[in-house]
């Protein structure tokens, strides 16, 4: 366990109850705890406590959820990610099944004491694009106990209306090649990723992503060729 650098507190604590319970531990006592496994594992801009590099199981990372607001725009979404249950995958893509061994590694962090209200409420806005809640148990040794359980995770179900579908590889590259949105360019968000999970482990770069990389370098260059 690695704890991590002092981050900046930009948000107010929230000294009064919610109104409504939201579902998550710390309601009752418990640290809150989140797992990042797209631009959370580098964009943390919410205040934490400790971090920990670990990986869930029976989940693959893909870029299937379209990014109206921050990789994107409305008439020209990006591609960011989500994570697909592996069977859910197998039903979409049965020419290219998920390995049932493979994990998805990821950043998990715990939430400044105090802060946890507002930070959830600020995670809800920021992943406002068709994400949804639920909870994954990270671990960092096979065959060893969660080091975390109950952690929190946004994810874009494919019953969402900014999910993708099925898309082949080169599909999903193309447009992360050439979209652009607020928060910046889509194949930085990619990039950056990749280059995270390089620095924090030398196997958590799925060849998912690794091939996908490879391609948008690929029509990035053939894009300045033509030019």
């Not at 990619?190 to 996908?212: G, T, V």
């Amino acid at each position: 366990m690695t704890v991590s650098e002092a981050v900046p507190a930009k948000l107010e604590p929230i000294v009064t109850a919610p109104a409504a319970a939201i579902n998550t531990p710390w309601e009752s006592g418990q640290p809150l705890w989140v797992f990042g496994y797209g631009s959370i594992i580098y964009r943390v801009d919410f205040p934490i406590e400790d971090q920990i590099f670990g990986y869930i199981h029976s989940r693959k990372r893909a870029f299937l959820q379209k990014s109206h607001d921050h990789r994107g725009t409305p008439d020209q979404p990006g591609r960011v990610c989500t994570l697909v249950p592996h069977a859910e995958w197998d039903s979409m893509f049965p020419l290219d099944p998920a390995d049932p061994h493979a994990v998805c590694w990821g950043m998990a962090y715990k939430v400044q004491s105090g802060m946890e209200q507002q930070v959830k409420q600020h995670l809800d806005f920021r992943e406002k694009d068709g994400y949804t809640e639920d909870f994954v148990d990270v671990y960092v040794e096979q065959g060893a106990l969660p080091v975390v359980r109950r952690v929190l995770v946004y994810v874009g179900v494919s019953s969402n209306p900014s999910f993708a579908g099925p898309s082949t590889l080169d599909e999903t590259a193309r447009v992360i090649a050439r979209a652009e949105g607020p928060s910046g360019t889509n194949r930085e968000y990619l990039f950056k990723l990749c280059d995270s999970l390089r620095k924090h482990h030398p196997s958590a770069l799925d060849p998912y992503l690794a091939k996908l990389e490879t391609l948008v370098r690929e029509y990035i260059a053939s894009d300045k060729h033509v030019l």
